[in-house]
């Protein structure tokens, strides 16, 4: 079932005033610094993803945390592939599992950012605001010009 917009449901009369949540405007920033411990691949997913919500506008200072997890998360997903991808046992089950444990951290990580096309809907990308938005959302199938 379709989650109904507030406006709608003002129209109908049916929203709950004790229901409404406020949510506050953060105050955003243009690039926020990388953290000097993360290696290579941390340090670029950290340059790719501030700079991908810095031009959608939501890159916020509160957010670096959550940053710093997706990309320490990051780094250890794609060492740790390295590694079984070089290990005399491709097989190797306990590398196995430690690569989908990384892999999980870095899906509930993204989604908590609003960066996998699950939670893409959540977070309000400005039309055209660059042309990596235009695609991302062709490729998500987000709409930004559509009520959520």
Known sequence: MRRVDSETKRARGTERADRVSVVPR????????????????????WRRVTAAMAARGDLAPL???????????????????????????PADKALSIRVAEANREVHARTA?????????GKVAIPPGATEQDEELTRLLGFDPNRAH
């Open 112 to 120: 908590k950012l609003g960066l996998n096309p699950t939670d893409a």
């Open 63 to 89: 957010y670096s945390i959550e940053l710093e997890g997706l990309c320490f998360w990051y780094e250890r997903f794609h060492g740790l592939r390295r590694r079984l991808a070089a290990a005399e046992d």
């Open 26 to 45: 953060l105050q955003t920033v243009a690039a926020l610094p990388c953290p000097d411990w993360l290696e290579a691949d941390g340090r670029e997913c």
